[in-house]
């Protein structure tokens, strides 16, 4: 028995070049459809690149705010420390009419961890992830100060309506005080830090839009009522 091999109807030749069209036809389209994923993702890290700067700039903003009362924030350790000084040598306490409180911003971060979370910040050069995430990381740290700050002020406060003190009581405000004035350190330090990798990342600077409470700066002696207002703060004073 003989095997006779297939012969196509029309030849190998042309077999061959209808196969080659048909392979060439399929990569065209691949290589079509991998220049739209490039631009389709070139367009997403344009627009992950726009809104994370947004929202750095705005944070920026922020502690741009805070660092303009930055001397207001060490006068009025100083001057709450002073008080100190004299009712741990007197036993009572001069009440002061105002202590206030320094500024305290929110770090925006809800567009970088969607972002983060839909895989777009990915998308970005690598050196931009690194100088985005290490601002990030900055920012987060500068909030947990400022808040855990704002509960030493609230505690600070007391002295208002303080008229004598225990030698406990003091030895307590001192050590508030002392937590007050590290966490305005760390919070200068860490901004400090922030700038030259925001310049690094062509951050532009940008107005708080946000009016920047003066609480801080108004003096001890002021009434509540006037301090409040003086104070500018769009939520109010505690």
């Known amino acids: 028995m003989r095997l006779r091999w297939f012969k196509p109807l029309r030849g190998w030749r042309r077999l061959c070049g209808e196969v080659g069209i048909i392979v060439l036809g399929v990569l065209i389209a691949l290589g079509a459809q991998q220049l739209v994923q490039e ?3 070139r367009a997403a890290a344009r627009h992950a690149r726009s809104a994370i700067r947004s929202e750095l700039q705005v944070n920026m903003a922020r502690l ?20 100190l000084d004299r009712a741990a040598q007197t036993g009572e306490t001069s009440n002061p009419r105002w202590i206030g ?14 972002l983060a979370q839909a895989g777009r910040a990915a998308l970005l050069r690598d050196d931009e992830l690194v100088e985005f995430s290490q601002l990030y990381h900055w920012m987060r740290n500068i ?5 855990a700050e704002q509960t030493d002020w609230a505690q600070l406060r007391t002295l208002e309506h303080l008229s004598k003190a225990s030698p406990d009581t003091l030895f307590e405000l001192n050590s508030v005080l002392q937590d007050a004035r590290y966490r305005h350190w760390r919070i200068g330090q860490h901004t400090a830090l922030l700038v030259p990798i925001a310049r690094q990342a062509q951050l532009q600077r940008v107005r708080n839009d946000i009016p920047a409470p003066r609480s801080i700066c108004i003096s001890m002696d002021t009434l509540r009522a006037q301090a409040i207002r003086e104070s ?7």
């Open 101 to 114: 409180r320094p500024q305290y911003w929110t770090m925006q971060t809800s567009r970088w961890d969607a």
């Open 143 to 147: 909030s947990s100060e400022m808040s």
């Open 64 to 83: 741009a705010s805070r660092s303009a009362v930055r001397g207001c924030v060490e006068r009025r350790l100083e001057e709450v420390q002073a008080l």
């Open 39 to 41: 631009m389709t993702d």
């Open 232 to 238: 500018d703060s769009p939520y109010g004073e505690p």
